[in-house]
């Protein structure tokens, strides 16, 4: 099964840039879908960026213009780079994969996830 070791939490003031990074290792299928949610105090969780086997992106209409999702294979990692950061983006930040072809930007489309990361932005 695939593990995924997320890291790259903290703080930030709004208006900042923050990467998270997710390692990834012990691939089972050739190709996956991976994608990062995020999950704030009382809310539900919620897809903000993906990347399917096709290379194809999907971003949650309040991060788009502003994050970005990307993989590079060489290093196992998959990235979200966020700038313009805004206390709303103030969550639990996870990462996951899965090795169906062809996974959507929800939660239930995943069966492999990070632990997670706390990350805050500040006013």
């Known amino acids: 099964q695939i593990q995924l070791v997320v890291s790259g939490g903290g703080s930030v003031q709004a208006g900042g840039s923050l990467r998270l990074s997710c390692a990834f290792f012990?691939?089972?299928?050739?190709?996956?879908?991976m994608a990062w949610f995020r999950q704030a105090p009382g809310k539900e969780r919620e897809g903000v960026a993906g990347?399917?086997?096709?290379?194809?992106?999907r971003y949650a209409d309040s991060v788009k213009g502003r994050f970005t999702i990307s993989k590079d294979n060489a290093k196992n990692t998959l990235y979200l780079q966020m700038n313009s950061l805004k206390p709303d983006d103030s969550a639990i930040y996870y990462c996951a994969a899965d090795g169906r072809p062809r996974r959507r930007l929800q939660e239930e489309d995943y069966i492999n996830w990070g632990q997670g990361t706390q990350f805050t932005v500040s006013s």
């Open positions: 990347l399917d086997d096709f290379g194809s992106t």
């Open positions: 012990g691939y089972t299928y050739s190709t996956y879908s």
